[in-house]
């Protein structure tokens, strides 16, 4: 790609653009090394021999950091169009717009940990979670704060907004104006997860058949069993059936919540 960066290593006030790599399109930063007010645009990952062709403009594992810088206009062959970050680190104060990734995650994919604070995330498309993936399998909680997550797109799956698979934290941040292809227009909920003090709102499902409602189920908020939903407001979304949020299971909670309409 364009920069290899780690070990406390910085690249500040730089512009990486029209890169290629297996991973990390312009950059790949880890063991604490940051990336602090550039720009990161057009580049690309792709899969080959060195990586899974994650992170389009940045992969930022093992407590990498990237503060005040704007990511758009990249591609990646798998996870995180703008960034893909795993195993902790941290992405805050940046803006994260039209990125593309083939699987998961269109603006960024938060893996196995990961902190994505105060930024803005919007215009980004990917097959599962148009604009942030949360995954976690064994490691720390991934877990988004403060942020805004507008006007996203999956092309088929689920989670237009933000899919939390597996556990994740989504708190005090807006979600609104993104469309799933399949079920969750703003947030998809699978086995567990947390949202607390969010606004959840005209979020959609692709509306496939031209009837008016959106095609899939949760056109705000989809939970499929141990989630937890607290003080969030979900209003004027749009599905085929449950239009702000899916029948809950006996095992999700929601707690002090606000819908509209009912």
Not at 206 to 222: E, M, Q
Request: proline content about 2%; glycine content about 20%.
């Amino acid at each position: 790609g364009g920069v290899y960066c780690e070990g406390g290593g910085i690249v500040d006030n730089c512009i990486v653009e029209n890169c290629r790599a297996d991973y990390g399109g312009g950059i790949r930063v880890f063991n604490l090394g940051r990336i602090q007010n550039c720009i990161i645009r057009n580049n690309t990952s792709v899969k080959g021999p060195g990586g899974d062709g994650g992170g389009g403009g940045i992969h930022a594992r093992n407590n990498a950091e990237v503060y005040d810088t704007t990511i758009y206009g990249n591609t990646a062959a798998d996870s995180g169009g703008g960034i893909k970050l795993s195993q902790g680190g941290t992405v805050a104060r940046c803006t994260i717009y039209n990125n593309t990734a083939s699987r998961y995650g269109g603006g960024i994919y938060c893996f196995e940990g990961g902190k994505l604070s105060e930024s803005q995330v919007y215009g980004n498309t990917a097959l599962y979670g148009g604009g942030v993936r949360l995954y976690r399998q064994s490691g720390d909680v991934p877990e988004v704060r403060r942020c805004v997550v507008r006007n996203n797109t999956t092309t088929t799956a689920n989670g237009g907004g933000i899919p939390l698979a597996v556990n994740g934290l989504v708190e005090n941040s807006l979600i609104y104006d993104n469309i799933a292809g399949g079920n969750g227009g703003g947030v998809y909920m699978h086995n567990g997860g947390t949202l607390h003090s969010c606004t959840i709102a005209y979020n959609d499902t692709k509306d496939t058949d031209n009837n008016g409602a959106g095609d899939g189920i949760g056109g705000g908020i989809y939970t499929s069993g141990g989630a937890t939903i607290r003080n969030t407001i979900s209003f004027w979304n749009n599905g085929e059936d449950n239009q702000n949020r899916n029948t809950e299971s006996a095992t999700d909670r929601y707690n002090n919540c606000l819908t509209y309409p009912a």
